[in-house]
């Protein structure tokens, strides 16, 4: 008959030890995972606000012939007056404060209650929040806060800005670090000026 032998502690150690290095290994991948989820979540939030505000503005400077001198034409069509979207992207960047309400001033509810304007031409804020009702200096509920910088083109050489723009739009974020360290994505959009009645 044979006999069964139990296991010794030094048997028991070694697998306990070679489980303990198993656990570690696939523990160490969930802070990649999570934050590889976030980014991912974020990169499409992103592209959806982008979208969104963009085609927003693009309602706006189409609605009307007085539209499209005001956020497009600007100082050619008005005089004194320079056009909403600026030539070039917004400067200062690192100058901006996301959680000082005053600088800050929501777009029309059509849009959500989440897209922000800054009192400089061209920057806006979007917050992503699981409150229903977003307020800027509710930094409890806000899961992300992104910086979007607008600005306008022409959409080729020669044609100037009473045929048609292109919109660019980067979006930034978190907003809270630094420009240089915030993740980003520049979209763009080009509108045709209707004929307006």
């Given at each position: 008959?044979?006999?069964?032998?139990?296991?010794?502690?030094?048997?028991?150690l070694l697998a306990l030890?070679?489980?303990?290095?198993?656990?570690?290994?696939?523990?160490?991948?969930?802070?990649?995972?999570?934050?590889?989820?976030?980014?991912?979540?974020?990169e499409t939030y992103s592209?959806?606000?982008?979208?969104?505000?963009?085609?927003?503005?693009?309602?706006?400077i189409t609605y009307s012939?007085?539209?499209?001198?005001?956020?497009?034409?600007?100082?050619?069509?008005?005089?004194?007056?320079?056009?909403?979207?600026?030539?070039?992207?917004?400067?200062?960047?690192?100058?901006?404060?996301?959680?000082?309400?005053?600088?800050?001033?929501?777009?029309?509810?059509?849009?959500?209650?989440?897209?922000?304007?800054?009192?400089?031409?061209?920057?806006?804020?979007?917050?992503?929040?699981?409150?229903?009702?977003?307020?800027?200096?509710?930094?409890?509920?806000?899961?992300?806060?992104?910086?979007?910088?607008?600005?306008?083109?022409?959409?080729?050489?020669?044609?100037?800005?009473?045929?048609?723009?292109?919109?660019?739009?980067?979006?930034?974020?978190?907003?809270?670090?630094?420009?240089?360290?915030?993740?980003?994505?520049?979209?763009?959009?080009?509108?045709?000026?209707?004929?307006?009645?």
């Amino acid at each position: 008959m044979h006999k069964h032998h139990p296991f010794t502690m030094v048997e028991i150690l070694l697998a306990l030890g070679v489980c303990a290095i198993g656990i570690c290994s696939v523990m160490v991948l969930f802070p990649i995972g999570a934050n590889a989820s976030r980014d991912a979540s974020l990169e499409t939030y992103s592209a959806n606000a982008a979208d969104q505000l963009l085609h927003y503005l693009k309602y706006q400077i189409t609605y009307s012939q007085a539209n499209w001198d005001i956020y497009i034409a600007g100082a050619s069509a008005i005089a004194g007056a320079s056009a909403q979207i600026p030539d070039a992207k917004p400067a200062d960047p690192e100058t901006l404060v996301p959680e000082a309400p005053a600088d800050w001033t929501a777009l029309p509810t059509d849009l959500g209650s989440n897209i922000f304007k800054h009192s400089t031409a061209g920057i806006y804020q979007i917050i992503n929040d699981r409150n229903s009702t977003p307020a800027v200096a509710n930094t409890a509920t806000i899961d992300s806060r992104m910086l979007v910088y607008l600005w306008r083109e022409e959409v080729m050489t020669g044609v100037n800005y009473d045929t048609a723009v292109r919109l660019l739009l980067e979006a930034t974020w978190p907003a809270e670090l630094p420009y240089n360290a915030r993740q980003k994505s520049v979209f763009v959009l080009e509108v045709f000026k209707p004929a307006f009645n």
